[in-house]
């Protein structure tokens, strides 16, 4: 069946640092990639999104590119900011599916 | 816009009892979904209604029920509540039938089985 790995947690940064975080997929057909961020206390909000291959999604400095060739979706940001501090969640959803498959989260701290 | 509003925010049980967790959203989604999250699993879905009137069972539905009220509301039961049924429960909504199936999630609410 369809499946997302992601890298395990925590990631401790320094502002400002370079973020990565690893994510891959198995999947039958053509999903939608996505990555979800869970604020302490609060429920998972759309970070950013990509429905093809080499699509890129982008949002509030991440980015993420859809590469099929390695099956993955690699989240990015330039300079990462205390208040980046969550939970990141990568998904995949097949396209006209109801099921969105999740992985099992990235916790990142950001230090000051 | 209030989007996802699910209640209760915290319950505590004791094994065996019952209660119902509620959700309504004023997204005009027609899509509907619960999902429950534990350390180190992500989330997992409970139940779905991918419409007003259906429901369909999701990764982990054993010891639930759900009841797709009208459009905007959709109900999560536990009939018996067990111990290993402790975790943190989302409801969330989509538009459905078309496209990338974008999410979007209530705050949560806690349950704790003792």
């Known amino acids: 069946g369809d499946s997302v790995t992601q890298m395990e947690g925590p990631v401790t940064l320094s502002e400002e640092a370079f973020l990565t975080i690893n994510c891959t997929y198995t999947a039958t057909g053509y999903p939608s990639l996505f990555w979800y961020v869970q604020y302490p206390g609060e429920g998972l909000q759309l970070l950013l999104k990509?429905?093809?291959?080499?699509d890129k999604g982008s949002n509030k400095g991440f980015e993420a590119t859809y590469r099929k060739e390695t099956t993955s979706f690699h989240l990015e940001k330039g300079s990462v900011q205390v208040s980046d501090s969550a939970v990141y969640f990568c998904a995949l959803s097949n396209t006209g599916g109801f099921k969105t498959i999740f992985g099992a989260g990235t916790r990142l701290f950001v230090k000051a | 816009n209030a989007g996802v509003t699910q209640t209760p925010k915290f319950q505590v049980l004791k094994t065996g009892q019952s209660m119902t967790l509620q959700c309504a959203q004023d997204?005009?989604?027609?899509?509907m979904y619960w999902y429950r999250q534990d350390p180190g699993m992500g989330l997992r879905l409970i139940y779905y209604?991918?419409?007003?009137?259906?429901?369909d069972k999701g990764e982990v539905p054993n010891g639930y029920n759900v009841s797709r009220l009208n459009k905007r509301e959709f109900s999560l039961r536990l009939e018996s509540a067990a111990p290993s049924q402790t975790s943190v429960y989302f409801c969330a909504s989509s538009e459905g039938f078309s496209g990338a199936n974008v999410l979007t999630f209530g705050a949560g609410s806690r349950l704790t089985v003792l």
């Open positions: 997204m005009n989604h027609n899509s």
């Open positions: 990509a429905t093809k291959a080499d």
């Open positions: 209604s991918a419409s007003e009137g259906t429901t």
